[in-house]
């Protein structure tokens, strides 16, 4: 019952409104709006403003003829005509932040292309890739509640075997930092990238996994953004510093619309895997093909796809992806 409640209420009817709508689709009759209230034991100012709020969602329409009651609306139709104008505000809200997305490297580049940015304007670019680096320690040294990263490749230093450097920010979680890492599925294809990114989770990281990434970023206490250039390596690049609410506001909310698409790929539990099978759920939690983990892995392909029928069966998954996904949910991609 209250389940059922909740719904109503999510569709803008409280107990007062789906009171009057239930008499008014009934069968009885009355002749005015003293005569409703009195039936339903509602004050005149209760009834208007029950009425009101129907009308507004479209669950009564007002009658053909002045002074009568206003006309219930079939609940199937009334339903479904909130649920279509819903999804219609939702699409509306989606195309927003894909504009917003595809916006903003373009806005970077808007400020690269200025020397010298207005003063005060909360905007300053860093060049060269020590300048950088020695303004990304600063920054998240700076940090006191959270850290937001949008990471993806090319990355800035690898390690002679090509493996890109470990984001330094597990220090920041020992210290009460919350930080949240979303890396472009991509990033998982350099050897030992994902088994990396699990010793992160395992310190207390948040990491998920979402395609395509637009840009990196780096997010401070959600006040100061980095955007860190395509190719540090290359001296003519620079990095954005935005502390400007323009920048800030429209950069916060795209992170967290790309957080809440992404997949996560790894979270502490007591129902552990081995490294290497955690690292190949985490590979499958982030969509690659058999082939691309038989690479990454260094094993025959046949070898990989008998260890996942094997995970697929413990986990009582259907799917390859369907099983990354459990597993990440399960928090069993620790090793």
């Known amino acids: ?29 009355h002749e005015d709006r003293m005569e409703l209230a009195r039936s339903l034991d509602m004050t005149s100012r209760r ?21 009568l009651l206003p006309v ?29 997305t595809a916006s903003v ?25 020590q300048a950088i680096s020695e303004r990304v320690t600063a920054l998240l040294t700076s940090a006191q509640t959270e850290v937001s990263l949008l990471d993806r490749p090319p990355y800035a230093r690898s390690a002679p075997d090509g493996v890109p450097t470990p984001l330094a920010v597990g220090d920041l979680v020992r210290r009460g930092v919350r930080v949240r890492v979303v890396v472009d599925r991509t990033g998982l294809e350099f050897p030992g990238r994902a088994r990396g990114l699990g010793e992160l989770a395992e310190q207390g990281v948040e990491i998920r996994v979402a395609p395509d990434l637009p840009t990196k970023l780096i997010t401070v206490d959600r006040q100061v ?20 609410s323009l920048l800030s506001n429209a950069l916060v909310p795209l992170f967290e619309e790309i957080w809440e698409r992404a997949l996560p790929i790894g979270a502490g539990g007591t129902d552990a895997v081995t490294d290497e099978d955690a690292e190949l759920l985490t590979m499958l939690a982030a969509g690659l093909k058999d082939e691309a983990i038989a690479r990454r892995l260094d094993l025959h392909v046949h070898t990989v796809r008998r260890r996942i029928s094997r995970l697929m069966a413990s ?17 069993r991609l620790s090793s």
């Open 315 to 331: 986990l009582s998954a259907e799917t390859r992806f369907q099983a990354g996904i459990q597993a990440a949910r399960r928090g």
């Open 105 to 129: 490297d373009r806005l970077a580049a808007e400020v690269l292309g200025r020397a010298a940015p207005p003063r005060g304007a909360g905007i300053e670019t860093v060049r060269g890739q």
């Open 47 to 67: 009834l208007d403003v029950s009425l009101t709020q129907l009308k507004i969602y479209g669950f009564v329409r007002s009658s053909s003829a002045d002074g």
């Open 225 to 244: 953004t980095l955007l860190p250039p395509n190719d540090v390596a290359d001296p003519s690049q620079a990095a954005v510093v935005a502390t400007d």
């Open 72 to 100: 219930a609306v079939n609940p199937t139709t009334a339903i479904r005509n909130q649920i279509h104008l819903r999804r219609a505000q939702l699409l509306d809200a989606s195309s927003e932040l894909e504009v917003l």
């Open 1 to 29: 019952m209250e389940q059922t409640r909740d719904l109503w209420r999510s569709l803008g009817l409280g107990d007062d409104e789906l009171a009057v709508y239930e008499v008014l689709l009934g069968t009885t009759q």
